[in-house]
């Protein structure tokens, strides 16, 4: 399930408690998704969406592995993966860069996460979705991704900052139930 980010009680990358999204009603529950929140708060000043410009790597630390820069492409829009980090290729299983989001193995969470992409963009604002999904391989896939909006010109999406915390499992790992609810805001995640 996916809806908007607000931040009750995210931390930010040095630690520090963040103010909450007015009129949101889902928190990100891993560190990374909450840590990346915060640092693309930090970086609005005064626009609806910072610039790719404003996005620095070496000041994310150790979330950079669960970061993902896509591009939007066209109208309707597609999303092409610019940059997966390491830690998500591992999980996932695969390099995704370079390659457009539709034609990646996402099993049963593909529509749902293109839409949290679509709805990032036309609403300029960070959404959330936790999945867990089969691949083809018959590996499960269990992760919650932000989506944050990112604009060149300060009011058009061009490009979503995304951290994903994956966990991969293999082929021989027991199913999990597809969320159809948001995670309880303060639920745990695997480590």
């Not at 009011?155 to 995304?162: F, G, S, Y």
Request: some cysteine.
């Amino acid at each position: 399930m996916s809806d908007d980010a607000t931040a009750a009680g995210p931390k930010s990358l040095n630690g520090n408690a963040e103010p909450s999204l007015a009129g949101a009603s889902t928190s990100p529950t891993t560190p990374v998704a909450q840590r990346l929140l915060s640092y693309w708060r930090s970086k609005l000043n005064g626009r609806k969406a910072p610039r790719r410009e404003d996005i620095l790597p070496e000041e994310l630390g150790d979330i950079l592995p669960w970061v993902i820069l896509v591009d939007v492409v066209g109208a309707p829009p597609r999303f092409r993966v610019r940059l997966a980090g390491t830690g998500v290729v591992r999980e996932y299983g695969a390099e995704m860069t370079g390659q457009f989001l539709d034609a990646l193995d996402l099993g049963a969470a593909l529509d749902r996460a293109l839409a949290d992409h679509r709805r990032a963009v036309r609403e300029c604002r960070p959404v959330v979705g936790t999945f867990d999904f089969r691949k083809q391989d018959g590996r499960w896939v269990t992760y919650e991704r932000i989506s944050l909006p990112l604009s060149a010109d300060g009011e058009t999406v061009n490009m979503l900052l995304c951290g994903a915390r994956m966990h991969g499992a293999g082929a021989q790992a027991t199913s999990v139930q597809f969320r159809d609810v948001p995670r309880s805001v303060g639920a745990k995640w695997p480590k």
